[in-house]
């Protein structure tokens, strides 16, 4: 810094020079007055500034390894991190539904209150779940379960007993033991492919990029080159929770809120953005290192963890063998998500290809052995919600015409485009342009007594939905709007409401309903069930 005083001083008695010399000669042309050559005043400035910057940005590390090292430092050490155990975090946060919410952007929000035990050294997780879920009836939208996974498996506890956890279970919780801010160096350290990637800017602030390979994962830790902790932690990899459908996806992790627990630096702060989305955000309230752990806490059913290590994730096959028949022609397949084969005279029509390529494949293979040699001619897809629309990558690879709502091809658009590289799919091995059906008004499809109308629906929680009408057998197709509970109550009467202002508007007469979760049922018990609702 004093070579930056003297510079600034030298530039000073410059200017006041040349102001002296200026006012001896008046008869100095005034566009040259009070000017001296630019460099003579403008490098001292100039060389003040480099001075400072240099002054305030320490010099980088040069090799991969010594940005770890530092790294590791400004943690707290290498030893000191090494000797961490288990944590113990009181964890509170909220997760966007983007994947099912009504209306897109902003997404409806879930809640949750978490009591989380890691155990570093026998690579399992315990964590005590309250969570509020927005799209609940009313009075059940808080719940209590835990969530035990070891590396037998895992399961949920709650009254009912226990249940295998899911694929995404596994993987976030395996992803938290490895790439968390505990261990993420660490396990940075023995990757045997450690380089040093350019650097990049984050938040306004110039990073470090040390990259590596965790089993088949790239990741991209981004450490601030002012204090070398690692603020960032990026991976490209396939997600087998809602994220699935979009192939390839870029992950982001911020940490951030670091505070000082036992020597030791903790981001208590994780922010998750997936795609450029933020996604989730989890503030940790009380971090404790090193506590006991209760052995108890851990035990589940070994049947129910060893069944979850056989999930398939969103690679579901299609569950029904036999259908149901909902007229001539008319052939329901129920499962979790419902698809029906619709026979008409030129060819037949797949209401719905949801969860995934498989499962759009086996609908296709029931289609052709009930009615061989008749061709499949369009698909017609009546939702935006991510499970619904997982099969649409397939018909397109089919190079079939495909029914959607006018509001929902942006989306669509997008995840037809989204990479699969890591687990490439038909339309990743077969690249083909979706052939659109726009539905933006009353559209029909096809001729005959199997002939469908579709009607987009247009209210506000259903305003990505259309509904199919059959008008010769009086059937209609309510898409996701209809759930009977097992107390005879409507899910969400919002939804259903919402499609009987759509029959009575369009003066439509229906003896019969079903949906993408509902089995049929007569049409005036469920106007009965709504009419209850509205009281």
């Known amino acids: 810094m004093p070579q930056v005083r ?36 403008a490098a001292p400035l100039l060389l003040c500034l480099v001075q400072a910057q240099a002054s305030a940005v320490p010099a980088d590390c040069t090799a991969a390894r010594d940005c770890l090292e530092r790294a590791l430092t400004a943690m707290g050490g290498r030893t000191r991190l090494e000797t961490v155990k288990s944590l113990q975090l009181d964890v509170i946060g909220h997760t966007a539904l983007a994947e099912q919410s009504y209306r897109q952007a902003p997404f409806i929000t879930s809640y949750e209150r978490d009591h989380v035990t890691v155990d570093l050294v026998k690579q399992r997780v315990l964590s005590a779940r309250h969570t509020v879920w927005p799209e609940s009836d009313p009075k059940e939208a808080e719940s209590d379960a835990s969530l ?27 992803q938290m033991l490895a790439l968390g801010p505990m261990r993420v160096l660490l396990t940075a350290s023995a990757a045997s492919d450690l380089r040093l990637a350019a650097p990049e800017m ?59 627990r036992g020597g030791i630096e903790y981001p208590t702060n994780e922010v998750i953005e997936r795609n450029g989305l933020a996604w989730s955000s989890a503030q940790v309230l009380d971090v404790g290192i090193n506590a006991p752990i209760d052995e108890k806490q851990f035990v589940v059913d070994p049947a129910a963890a060893k069944r979850s290590l056989e999930s398939r994730g969103w690679k579901r096959q299609l569950r029904a063998s036999t259908s149901t028949s909902l007229s001539p022609g008319i052939d329901l397949y129920s499962d979790s998500w419902n698809a029906t084969i619709v026979k008409q005279q030129d060819g037949i029509v797949i209401l719905e ?13 029931r289609a052709r052995d009930k ?24 018909d397109v690879a089919q190079h079939l ?71 010769a057998h009086h059937l209609l197709y309510a898409s996701d709007t209809l759930v009977i509970n097992p107390n005879h109550t409507l899910y969400d009467p919002e939804l259903m409401h919402e499609v009987l202002q759509e029959v009575e508007r369009e003066h439509l007469t229906v003896d019969t309903v079903y949906a993408m979760h509902q089995t049929p049922v007569p049409w005036h018990d469920v106007v009965e069930l709504v009419g209850k609702a509205r009281l």
């Open 148 to 174: 035990v996974v070891t590396a037998e498996g895992g399961a949920y506890h709650d009254t009912s007993g226990d249940r295998p956890c899911s694929a995404a279970d596994l993987d976030s919780t395996r």
């Open 202 to 260: 984050l938040r306004s602030t110039r990073h470090l990029v040390l990259t590596f390979t965790w089993g088949k994962v790239p990741v991209r830790i981004l450490l601030n080159s002012y204090n070398y902790l690692p603020d960032a932690v990026e991976t490209t990899q396939i997600f087998r929770d809602f994220w699935y459908f979009w192939g390839d996806v870029q992950q982001r992790v911020y940490f951030d809120n670091w505070q000082l």
């Open 401 to 471: 015409p495909i029914y959607i709502l006018d509001l929902n091809r942006p989306l669509l658009d997008r995840m037809m485009a989204a990479p699969h590289a890591l687990d490439p799919d038909a339309l990743e091995g077969s690249p083909a342009k979706a052939d659109w059906k726009i539905v933006s008004h009353k559209t029909t499809v096809g001729s005959g007594d199997n002939r469908m109308e579709l009607y987009p629906l247009r209210g506000a929680s259903t305003e990505r939905q259309y509904m199919v009408y059959f008008p």
């Open 6 to 41: 003297c510079q600034l001083r030298k530039f000073a008695m410059l200017k006041e020079s040349q102001l002296k010399v200026d006012s001896m000669n008046p008869t100095r042309p005034a566009s040259l007055r009070f000017r001296r050559p630019i460099l003579a005043i």
């Open 353 to 365: 290809t949801p969860i995934s390529e498989s499962f759009a494949q086996d609908v296709f293979a």
């Open 371 to 394: 009615y061989p040699g008749i061709p499949i001619k369009a698909v017609v897809s009546t939702s935006d919600s991510w499970p619904h629309v997982g099969g649409l990558r397939f």
